[in-house]
């Protein structure tokens, strides 16, 4: 469980929004990619889930599958 947790961190990690975010899309979009989208209506919604869901995880994690802090920062000021 911890490899996956940890998989998925280094993921998201790869996968984030130059801004802060993710949205639904997030693990078929290449690694450091920054696809610009309508920032109302469902991609805000989907980026608010995505970035909220991640870091609710993120809270309940065991610290060995934390991302670096500069990540959970920049989420957190998105």
């Not at 920054?34 to 995880?57: C, M, P, Q, Y």
Request: contains cysteine.
């Amino acid at each position: 469980v911890i490899a996956f947790l940890q998989d998925m961190t280094r993921r998201l990690v790869q996968h984030q929004h130059s801004d802060g975010y993710w949205d639904g899309r997030w693990p078929d979009q290449p690694a450091g990619s920054d696809v610009k989208e309508n920032l109302s209506g469902d991609g805000l919604a989907d980026r608010i889930l995505a970035t909220g869901h991640a870091l609710e995880w993120w809270s309940l994690a065991p610290q060995e599958c934390h991302p670096p802090r500069e990540v959970l920062a920049k989420s957190g000021q998105w």
